[in-house]
Nanobody, 115 residues
Framework: QVQVVESGGGLVQPGGSLRLSCAAS????????MGWFRRVPGKERELVAR????????NYAADVEGRFTISRDNAKGMMYLQMNSLKPEDTAVYYC????????WGQGTQVTVSS
């Protein structure tokens, strides 16, 4: 059974940092593309960043480029999102997605950026 679990969310002041973690089990981790998505109430879930399983290449949404860094550790079955210079508009529930077709999602972790 595939399990995907996010952690690391919380409340942080503008300009602060957080590191999100995603643990995936029940699959051969290195075979899967992975990504971080986020959703703000009333809006569609949007891609934040993704990391390829093939060559480790990464892609970022324009509004997080240069502030967020996605990484993966295939040996540990983990993916991370280092978020720096956080802004109030980064407030959202952040989700880990494993794979494309099929894909597996975690339950999400809340990130709130507020003073």
């Amino acid at each position: 059974q595939v399990q995907v679990v996010e952690s690391g969310g919380g409340l942080v002041q503008p300009g602060g940092s957080l590191r999100l973690s995603c643990a995936a089990s029940g699959l051969i981790f290195r075979n899967y593309d992975m990504g971080w998505f986020r959703r703000v109430p009333g809006k569609e879930r949007e891609l934040v960043a993704r990391v390829s399983n093939a060559d480790g290449s990464t892609n970022y949404a324009a509004d997080v480029e240069g502030r967020f860094t996605i990484s993966r550790d295939n040996a540990k079955g983990m993916m991370y999102l280092q978020m720096n210079s956080l802004k109030p508009e980064d407030t959202a529930v952040y989700y880990c997605k494993v794979g494309v077709v099929p894909s597996y999602w975690g339950q999400g972790t809340q990130v709130t950026v507020s003073s």
